[in-house]
């Protein structure tokens, strides 16, 4: 709740972050290092989660999904972490939702043929939503 976040690649600064997301060059959960941008990182939610069937390689957002998305949606919805309800909206947002973004990070194709993952929306078209309309008198996308 009141975190810090801080943007930069700095190693030093790195270090001195308690968590560190997309940048840093290291998978650690043990330490809260959450990059996969190293070429031996091959990570699936299978492979972390062998209860779960996706075996899309993983972006940094999958990571974290992975690690805490059932306790978030527990939070959330005031569910049991290990309850149905959290555990069913868990997959379907794994798989209506971040395997696309896991995709698309990873530079994985949808399909050669038959699709690998559902295409639901795109971060492109989320974040143009929240810009003004072209027919709009104010065209200032810093306004909240």
């Known amino acids: 709740q009141d975190a810090e976040v801080v943007r ?23 330490r809260h290092r959450y ?29 974290v999904y992975c690690h805490f998305g059932s306790q978030i949606l527990a939070g959330l ?5 290990d309850g149905p309800v959290v555990a069913a909206l868990y997959d379907k947002l794994y798989e209506n939702f971040v395997e696309e973004i896991d995709a698309i990070d990873n530079g994985i194709a949808q399909a050669e043929g038959e699709p690998r993952y559902a295409l639901t929306t795109t971060l492109s ?8 309309r072209w027919n709009d008198p104010d065209q200032d996308t810093e306004v909240g």
Do not use: I
């Open 8 to 30: 930069t690649r700095d190693p030093q600064r790195l270090a001195e972050c308690d968590v560190v997301v997309d940048v840093g060059g290291e998978y650690d959960p043990e």
């Open 35 to 63: 990059d996969h941008h190293q070429r031996s990182f091959t990570q699936s939610m299978r492979s972390l989660r062998p209860d779960k069937p996706w075996t899309t390689k993983l972006s940094s957002a999958g990571l």
């Open 125 to 132: 078209a989320r974040v143009g939503h929240l810009n003004p």
């Open 77 to 81: 919805l005031g569910q049991p972490e």
